[in-house]
């Protein structure tokens, strides 16, 4: 094995789960971080000059579709983590609604396969809450854990029956596994496709409430309280989910809360052109709701940042609007948007910042990533945080280019990328 | 008037709809519809104007009526005029909208003339095409070129739009001919007042600058014009859709109801009419009706705008030499 030494010099390293914030060096061996301090001597390794640059944990993204099995043409197993690496992601939590769904052992293990082959980050597994999603009939939620899955989530789709939802919140605290709520009452949003309001009535298309989103929400966190289990609600898009989470956390309901870049840097003004590329589930929201989740993010009721990573090929984006799939890539640019609209902006300092990228998704999951830590897996990556870049289609890795932030100029490139003590990604 | 100018003045090469237009611009395409109603009247219909220039009426929604109406306007300009009744595709069968329209750029026609189902249609095809778009209706979004002889008619038989309060009556929420009216009449000076049932009325609407009443009366009573809307009664996958008797008795617009309103209120209808449903027979055909002027009204005005975004075009092109 090559690189088994690396020593990351003079950078700024940022590990809130030491509470670090300083300029050090991090000595990289046999896979693990195995010295963090000043100085450190460096005869026979293989250097990193990172003066100047940040050196903070790989990021924990706990929301991605990776497409495989069954959507090879929109991401692969391969591409997707090659895209992760780039944009500073060393470890993934791969979403359930493939083709198969990843709804029994069989398939778990078939994803382990392709994982095993064609994985360049690390990636973690969710099963599904329901047979084929499909909210009906509960998995065999004690078998997924066993072969592996960390996380149940019937993403895409929300459990609608409160009984079924209640009982897999009490197996999954028994089994000791992680809930993921995608929290949308469909009956309520009813073939929406954009934010209701005046963005709906100007571009004359159907609308997606809050309400659709909120309601649900609160439905989820009162089933997690009777179960006393704990709950993760996806991508939070609007100002009443934030304060029932907030309500909740106060009242010590296990719940914890994540969002995507495209809800704390884009409104549904956004969408006024039809670009399909604003094309989301839940739909970008107004700029109120887009205050209250950064608010939400600096003072902790959002515990974490995730992509919701969503390839789709240009055939299914470059269509009539209403037609047009839900959903945007986001693992090459997460970071940089989170450099560019939450540090830049003053609103997140880079210990937050990396809690909410790395840390808390890492402690939501359960998994021993996310630190820096002596003797922790050696996931880091050097980042430019300065450094301006345009996103342009052909920039991206991902097999899919239906990116929200084509155009856009941000802040912050990763330089380096480190994955189980190797560099697995360099600029 | 100077001609040059006003020509100048339009650097558009499409018409998407009327949310984007200054007053300016709509002013522009109402006055060179003024010098296009001429031509109608004459014994031989035809100016050069689009001579050698092909117009094509790319229709994915039936219309005879718009269609007919570019076709005529299009042919008194003396463009060449292709008419295309096109399937609607999904992303997996048939031709996408995209590639039909680069189909119909690669023919190298000048205006593609677009009416579709789907809000946004319009503007996906002017995106992705370099030659002229003009909307002829998609999904609810805009209708602009019906909005625009709608002012145009008002225009012609009150003199002004500036401060005129204008009633548009009907299916608001699916509307893309109360979209554009909105936008066209508030940026012209005009109070809109939309009056509906409750579950037609979209949200947010008095955010684009019109009032909301539910109450007829009320809308006929200071109105200097009502805009009557065509009900879709086959929209029965949208929840809460009014029984046609019902919405007549409680919306229909009948001289009873006309006698409380101004005396010389005018009454439009974009067409077709629904007799009996939207407004008896006898205000349609009525003194205070305007139905049919507004179609001779819809030549000039399409005319206008065939004529200003074919200018825009050749301008640019002319500078890219």
């Known amino acids: ?427 | 008037m100077n001609h040059e100018l006003k020509i100048m003045a339009w650097a558009r090469k499409d018409l998407l709809g009327l949310e984007d237009l200054s007053k300016e611009e709509i002013e522009l395409i109402l006055t060179t519809a003024e010098s296009f109603k001429e031509v109608s009247t004459r014994e031989i219909k035809k100016v050069p104007a689009l001579r050698g220039k092909t117009v094509v009426n790319l229709f994915y929604e039936p219309s005879t009526r718009t269609r007919v109406s570019f076709e005529v306007a299009a042919k008194r300009l003396s463009a060449d005029v292709i008419n295309i009744a096109a399937q609607e595709s999904s992303a997996r069968k048939g031709e996408t909208l995209i590639d039909t329209g680069r189909n119909i750029e690669a023919l190298k026609a000048d205006i593609i003339v677009v009416r579709h189902s789907a809000s946004g249609a319009a503007a996906m095809l002017a995106r992705n095409v370099s030659i002229s778009v003009v909307n002829a209706g998609d999904g609810w979004h805009e209708h602009p070129t019906q909005a625009l002889l709608d002012i145009f008619t008002l225009k012609e038989k009150l003199g002004r739009i500036a401060g005129l309060k204008v009633s548009i009556v009907g299916d608001i929420a699916h509307s893309r001919v109360a979209r554009s009216n909105i936008w066209g009449l508030t940026k012209l000076g005009a109070e809109v007042t939309v009056c509906a049932p409750r579950m037609l009325i979209p949200p947010a609407i008095e955010q684009m600058g019109a009032r909301i009443t539910y109450d007829i009366d009320e809308a006929l009573r200071e109105a200097d014009a009502v805009n009557v809307l065509r009900m879709q009664f086959e929209r029965d996958e949208e929840a809460a859709f009014p029984e046609k008797l019902e919405y007549f008795k409680n919306f229909g617009i009948t001289q009873e109801r006309l006698k409380k309103a101004k005396k010389n209120i005018v009454v439009m209808h974009p067409g077709p009419i629904n007799r009996g449903i939207e407004m008896s027979s006898e205000v349609a055909d009525g003194l205070n009706s305007v139905i049919l002027e507004q179609v001779t009204n819809g030549i000039a005005v399409r005319m206008a705008v065939l004529f200003l975004v074919a200018q825009a075009r050749d301008e640019k092109q002319n500078n890219i030499d």
């Open chain 1, 1 to 427: 094995m090559k690189n088994k030494i690396i020593l990351i010099k003079n950078g700024r390293v940022i590990d809130p789960a030491n509470n670090i914030d300083e300029a050090l060096d991090v000595l990289v061996e046999d896979g693990r971080v195995s010295k963090v301090a000043k100085n450190i001597s460096s005869e026979n390794k293989e250097i990193i000059d990172a003066q100047d640059k940040i050196v903070m944990p790989g990021l924990v993204d706990m929301h991605v579709h990776l497409r495989e099995p069954g959507r090879e043409d929109k991401e692969t197993i391969a591409s997707g983590t090659k895209a992760a690496l780039k944009g500073g992601v060393t470890s993934v939590l791969a979403m359930p609604n493939t083709l198969p769904a990843i709804d029994c052992a069989e398939n778990v293990s078939l994803l382990k396969s392709i994982i095993k082959n064609s994985a360049d980050a690390t990636v973690f597994i969710a099963g599904s809450i329901t047979r084929e999603r499909l909210g009906r009939e509960l998995t065999d939620i004690t078998k997924l854990k066993k072969e592996g899955v960390i996380a149940i989530s019937d993403d895409g789709a929300s459990v609608d029956s409160d009984d079924v939802m209640l009982e897999a919140l009490k197996i999954a605290k028994e089994q000791n596994i992680l809930v993921i709520c995608h929290s949308e009452d469909k009956a309520l949003s009813a073939n929406g496709v954009v934010n209701l309001g005046l963005t709906s009535t100007r571009l004359g298309l159907r609308g997606i409430s809050q309400e659709s989103e909120y309601k649900r929400v609160a439905r989820d966190i009162e089933l997690a309280k009777k179960a006393d289990a704990p709950l993760h609600i996806a991508h939070v898009s609007c100002k009443e989910s934030v304060e029932l989470i907030a309500q909740a956390k106060k009242m010590g309901i296990k719940v914890t809360g994540e969002t995507a870049p495209h809800y704390f840097a884009l409104s549904q003004e956004a969408v006024l052109g039809y670009d399909t590329n604003m094309k989301v589930n839940p739909p970008l929201r107004s700029k109120d709701d887009v205050t209250a989740i950064r608010q939400g993010l600096k003072n902790g009721v959002i515990d974490a940042i995730a992509s919701d990573h969503a390839p789709h090929t240009g055939n299914e984006k470059d269509i009539e609007f209403e037609w047009a799939e839900f959903g945007a890539i986001g693992l090459e640019t997460e970071l940089a948007v989170a450099i560019t609209e939450l540090v830049e902006s003053g609103l997140l300092d880079w210990s937050a910042l990396t809690k909410k990228m790395a840390l808390n998704p890492a402690k939501i999951l359960g998994i021993n990533k996310g630190t820096l830590s002596i003797g922790a897996d050696a996931d880091l990556i050097v980042v430019a945080a300065e450094k301006e870049w345009l996103v342009e289609k052909n920039s991206f890795i991902s097999k899919s280019k239906n990116s929200a932030f084509l155009g856009r100029r941000l802040r912050g490139v990763v330089e380096y990328t480190i994955c189980g003590g190797k560099i697995v990604y360099r600029t």
